[in-house]
């Protein structure tokens, strides 16, 4: 089992850049993919963004291709997702989670954080 806590969330204007964090406590994150999600009021939780246990393999969804990269440090159990050229649609509450391999089905994961908000006023 993994506990997950997510910070760096906050209110920024469009265009501005966020930086979230992610720490991991308990079994190692280096045992697990990390994952990425957001959920805007009203609707379902989306995939944003994977990385492979190694770091070396990351996926992201079409809408944040080229804007969002995820990252890891395992030496300090931390994944982090830079968000860049914010836009109003980002706004959600995003959500840190693991799992044994990349996925990008919320049904996959199991382990969750509490989630940080991001308000990207236009």
């Known amino acids: 089992q993994v506990q997950l806590v997510e910070s760096g969330g906050g209110l920024v204007q469009a265009g501005g850049s966020l930086r979230l964090s992610c720490a991991a406590s308990g079994r190692t994150s280096s045992s697990y993919a990390m994952g990425w999600f957001r959920q805007a009021p009203g609707k379902e939780r989306e995939f944003v963004a994977a990385?492979?246990?190694?770091?070396?393999?990351?996926d992201y969804a079409d809408s944040v291709k080229g804007r969002f990269t995820i990252s890891r440090d395992n030496a300090k159990n931390t994944v982090y997702l830079q968000m860049n050229t914010l836009k109003p649609e980002d706004t959600a509450v995003y959500y840190c989670?693991?799992?044994?391999?990349?996925?990008?089905?919320?049904?996959?994961?199991?382990?969750w954080g509490q989630g940080t908000q991001v308000t990207v006023s236009s």
């Open positions: 989670t693991a799992r044994t391999g990349i996925s990008r089905s919320t049904s996959d994961y199991k382990n």
């Open positions: 990385i492979s246990r190694s770091g070396v393999i990351a």
